[in-house]
C-alpha cells in the first residue's frame, strides 16, 4: 500500500483519486497513518465483506444458543483455556 503525508495528498489530489483506484493509499500525519483512501469498487467489497460475516456471526449465535449455550456457560468454557 502507498502511503503519503497529508500535504503531498491534498497538493496532489487529483493524481491521488488516480491512485486510488489501482491500489488503497495511506495518508500519514505526522508520520502516522490517519486515513486510507479506497476505490468505489473496494470500499463495496469491503463492505460487502462485513455483511456476510455479521450473517454468520448471527447465525452461529442463534445456533449456538438453540443448541443450550448461554454467556455464562461460553465465560465458563474461555476461562477454562
Not at 493509499?25 to 473496494?42: C, E, K, Q, T
Not at 455479521?54 to 476461562?79: C, M
Request: charged fraction near 30%; charge should be neutral.
Amino acid at each position: 500500500m502507498q502511503a503519503i503525508g497529508a500535504k503531498e495528498a491534498k497538493d496532489r489530489f487529483g493524481d491521488l483519486l488516480q491512485s486510488v483506484q489501482r491500489e488503497p493509499v495511506s495518508i500519514l500525519r505526522n508520520g502516522r497513518p490517519a486515513a486510507v483512501l479506497v476505490s468505489p469498487d473496494d470500499y463495496a467489497r469491503m463492505k460487502g465483506h462485513g455483511e456476510r460475516v455479521r450473517g454468520l456471526l448471527e447465525d452461529i449465535r442463534r445456533e449456538a444458543s438453540a443448541n443450550g449455550l448461554t454467556p455464562a456457560i461460553l465465560h465458563d468454557l474461555l476461562a477454562n483455556e
